[in-house]
């Protein structure tokens, strides 16, 4: 078993057939599925919510067995979480894709119980403490993607669930929770 940093690869991974896109059906949908399920699983450990198709990707290669994703599989891997609704595309072309190992519904809800946890039920909070703050170190909204984070913010406050407050800039609106 290969690691990749601190992440533990799937034993596919070494596997050299799975980094070309398979022509039968049956053997590349579960391939596109494996593929999928390890871009979630990395993403959300390592907290990468952006992938460049263009760039560089750690799991898109693997030198130990000379083996790299063409833009094709990466594509097609990319859009199939695409159709899922477990990522988007940030821009026509495919270039970058925003990558939801949470539903934006199930970040919503991770925002809710931060702000149950923290006391926050009538109180204000910047966005930029949300994402950076002591309260949210050691959980998953700590570091969160400024776009995720503000879809998430928009669902709740359109079901009456929070206020957002715009400031003079990006690092100071805040976040009145009405729980």
């Not at 053997?27 to 494996?34: A, D, H, S, V």
Request: with cysteine.
């Amino acid at each position: 078993m290969q690691n990749l940093g601190n992440f533990k690869l799937p034993h596919f991974f070494n596997y050299p057939p799975y980094f070309t896109l398979q022509p039968v059906r049956d053997t590349r949908e579960k391939q596109i599925q494996l593929w999928k399920d390890l871009i979630l699983d990395y993403c959300r450990t390592q907290k990468i919510f952006v992938i460049a198709l263009e760039e560089e990707f750690p799991l898109f290669s693997n030198p130990v067995i000379e083996r790299s994703l063409t833009h094709e599989s990466r594509d097609a891997f990319l859009s199939a979480l695409v159709s899922e609704g477990r990522a988007e595309w940030m821009d026509k072309g495919h270039r970058k894709c925003l990558i939801l190992w949470h539903r934006i519904q199930d970040w919503a809800d991770i925002l809710l119980q931060f702000a149950k946890d923290n006391g926050l039920e009538d109180g204000v909070v910047t966005i930029e403490e949300i994402r950076t703050g002591t309260e949210s170190q050691g959980t998953e909204l700590h570091g969160i993607d400024r776009t995720i984070l503000n879809r998430a913010l928009k669902l709740l406050e359109q079901k009456g669930k929070l206020v957002v407050f715009k400031g003079t800039s990006a690092d100071d609106e805040g976040v009145k929770f009405s729980l």
